[in-house]
């Protein structure tokens, strides 16, 4: 299953991301969010997301590991994928159907979002 990772950009943004190269994906505290952070399995694509002030999908990642082993803070490593060519601010997402039950719009605040397949390939490949 995909997932969209909401992040700060000024805290830590896609471009730090891709800096590092790889990174662990901590500091979730929503349980709902840690509990999709459990969830995640090595090779799942991933979307990162922008808040703030931008409030748009800008790139790629996958999950590179996931240890689960205390479920309240699952130690979930990620790498950097591809920034998307056209970033999707919040509102061309919330103008396409495929996303009107998605908890990223939904649930604004939930910084750990399940895709489906269909979405995914809706961030990726517009």
């Known amino acids: 299953?995909?997932?969209?990772?909401?992040t700060e950009p000024n805290a830590y943004s896609f471009d730090d991301l891709t800096r590092d190269g790889e990174t662990v994906w901590d500091g979730v505290t929503n349980p709902v969010a840690v509990k999709n952070l459990r969830e995640m399995k090595p090779g799942e694509h991933l979307v990162i997301y922008h808040t703030g002030e931008e409030r748009q999908a800008i790139g790629s990642a996958t999950v590179v590991s996931v240890d689960a082993s205390d479920?309240?803070?699952?130690?979930?490593?990620?790498?950097?994928?591809?920034?998307?060519?056209?970033?999707?601010?919040?509102?061309?997402?919330?103008?396409?159907?495929?996303?009107?039950?998605?908890?990223?719009?939904?649930?604004?605040?939930?910084?750990v979002v399940p895709l489906t397949?269909?979405?995914?390939?809706?961030?990726a490949k517009h």
């Open 71 to 111: 479920p309240k803070t699952p130690v979930v490593r990620i790498r950097a994928g591809k920034r998307f060519a056209h970033p999707h601010p919040l509102a061309q997402i919330k103008e396409q159907k495929l996303f009107a039950d998605s908890p990223l719009v939904k649930q604004g605040r939930l910084s």
């Open 1 to 6: 299953m995909p997932y969209l990772l909401k």
């Open 117 to 123: 397949g269909e979405q995914y390939e809706w961030l």
